[in-house]
Structure formats: C-alpha cells, structure tokens
C-alpha cells in the first residue's frame, strides 16, 4: 500500500501517519518528492484500516500496490535512484561504462587494463576475482589475490572498481578493497548472499538471472534493499531462449520495463549477452537508444590468451573506438559521457 499525502500536508501529517503504520507492527517508508510526499508501507497491510487512514489529516489518496516487490518499486519511489560508486553517479543524466577483463589474471594485465580503459573513458574498472565457472576444472579466479590488484589498480588511476561475489566469505573479503559488489547472474536467487550483500551498504550490481522474469529479479533486489541498502543497480546480461547464435538473447525491452516498472537504474552487459566480440559494439548503441543508465563491457589487452571470455573481449583498441562511437548515442539521450 502506498499513501500518498497532500502538497500542503506538514510534517505532523506524515508523523502522524509514520506513527499509525508502526504502531500495527508495520514499517513505513518515506519518499519525499519537492511538492508531494509518499509513505509505503510494508508488511500485512489487514492490520490497518485503510478507511481510517484516508480520512487522517493530510492524506490525499491511499494506492494499492499488487506486485510482491514493494521497496524496488517505482510507485514507492518515484523519483529515480541514483546510485554513487566513488565518483561517479550511475542514474538518468550520465552514461557509466563499466570495463574491464572478465578474469584477473594477474596484476600486469588488471593495470594494463585500467589505464586503457580508462582513457577510452570508462568509469568504473570491472574484474572478476571469483568466478563461477559452469566447469569444475575451469579458471575458478585468484581470490583475494586478484582482490588486492583491483585495490591497487583504483590507487593508481582514481577509478572506482566492481568485483562479482559467490559467497559470505568472498562478501568478507571484498568489501575491504572494492567500491561495488557485483550479484552474478547464477547467484541472483541465492537469497542469503543477497542479504549479506545488503548489509554492507556497499553499491550492488545485480545481474539477471539465466531464466529469470523481470518480476523475479526485482524480487531478488527487493532482498538488498530489505536490508536497508538501496544503492541497488540492476544489469540485463541476456537470458536462455531456444536460439543459439548467441550465448544469450539480450532482452533489451527489459530497459524500458524496468524503467516504468522501478526506480533503480538498468546497464546492460552485451558482452556476456553475445559471447561474440562483432555483436557488442551494435547491442551497446542500442542499449544506450534503449534508455539504459551504462553498460558494462569486457576488455582485455590479449583476448586470444584470456582464461576467460577471449572471444567476447574487446581490444583495447575497440573499445577505444567504441567510445568514440558511443558519444554521439549519449548525447541523443541526454547523457553526460
């Protein structure tokens, strides 16, 4: 249930509303907008009476909220979040571009890395230090090994920097070297992990599961916020179909749906959409066309040796150039890039 309070309500209104809600054993959520107020309310809405609050000082309407997720949803919240990772703000009027090798391998190559990145100009370095990999016997990250290189790599170039998590213990270990936590698509039901992440107050990147509804997914990011933390970015990164041209099919109709549906901002990841590096340059303008806060986008100085996602990998010299080519779909978008 969402109640919405009058423009000339005071702040006694909402206190007093605030007041009713928590005396049921309910929480109340506060959305302060510059000319309205909205108060969401959370938990077993049959211990209010909602005729009761329509009539209370200050209240302009009472709206039911159907879908299950209630803190990622726009109507809690109508105003979009902007989320911050060091210096950068991932929301409506910028363009983030996250880049980065999927794998670390070592700390030559996560530097390397950086620096290009960077100067093509990417915000935010993205690096893999724990990978869940569909093989047992596939390169599984160096750990906090490579943890420790991306804190290096941040030192070095003012980057901020963005790591996939498998577990608590990978949770413990991250937070003391990265700005942003990344929830992989395998591991966006795995509701504990969710939880934890939550808890740190850490930004998290959560990715679209293999399979998952957009219901489902915001669901999952409804755990992060539940714990408090709503610096929540969501990432499209393609799903399983019956088409096999690609690893996945990007589902860029999920930016525009996220977008009515919640007010968390949407990168989409067309590397891990394709697995083939030809179709990221075209699936990224169109991500930006799409509406889409950034992108996410893997890079590597020698994609032919990489441990993982070589044939994904963009040179540095492509993506270079598609920054460049990048610029033009910002600024038609409205976006800072």
């Known amino acids: 249930m969402i109640i919405v309070m009058k423009p000339q309500a005071d702040k006694r209104d909402v206190e007093h509303i605030v007041h009713m809600i928590e005396e049921k054993g309910l929480t109340a959520h506060l959305s302060e907008g510059s000319e309205v107020t909205i108060i969401g309310v959370v938990g077993d ?28 949803n726009r109507k809690f919240h109508p105003e979009p979040t902007i989320v911050s990772v060091g210096a950068t703000e991932i929301g409506p009027n910028n363009l983030t571009i996250m880049s980065g090798p999927c794998a670390i391998e070592s700390e030559e190559q996560l530097l390397a890395t950086a620096r290009a990145v960077k100067a093509a100009g990417a915000n935010i370095l993205r ?24 804190k290096t790599a941040r030192e070095e170039t003012g980057m901020a920097v963005v790591c996939e998590v498998t577990s608590a213990k990978a949770i413990e270990a991250a937070v003391k070297y990265v700005d942003m936590l990344q929830i992989g698509a395998r591991n966006m039901q795995n509701f504990e992990l969710l939880k934890e992440a939550g808890k740190t107050g850490l930004p998290v990147l959560l990715k679209r599961g293999l399979s998952s509804t957009i219901d489902e997914w915001l669901n999952a990011a409804e755990y992060i ?17 019956y088409e096999t041209a690609t690893r996945n099919t990007l589902d860029l109709s999920a930016v525009p749906v996220i977008r009515a549906k919640s007010h968390l901002p949407i990168i989409v990841d067309p590397s891990h959409a394709t697995g083939v590096r030809a179709y990221v340059a075209p699936l990224a303008k169109a991500a930006v066309a ?43 978008a409205g976006r800072t890039f």
């Not at 750990?143 to 991306?150: P, V």
């Not at 509406?291 to 994609?303: N, R, S, V």
């Not at 990489?306 to 920054?323: H, K, M, N, R, V």
């Open 45 to 72: 809405k049959s211990r209010l009476s909602a005729s009761n609050l329509e009539i209370a000082s200050g209240v302009d309407k009472i709206i039911p909220v159907t879908e299950s997720y209630k803190l990622a």
């Open 225 to 241: 916020i539940a714990e408090g933390n709503y610096n929540v970015v969501l990432c499209e990164r393609g799903i399983r179909t």
């Open 127 to 150: 690096g893999g230090a724990y990978k869940p990999r569909t093989s047992p016997y596939s390169f599984q990250g160096l750990e906090e090994e490579g943890l420790r290189y991306m």
């Open 290 to 332: 799409a509406g889409a806060d950034g992108l996410m986008i893997e890079t590597h100085p020698c994609p032919e040796r990489a441990l993982s996602d070589g044939p994904q990998s963009l040179t540095f010299d492509q993506f270079q150039e598609l920054c460049t080519e990048l610029r033009p779909y910002a600024a038609l």
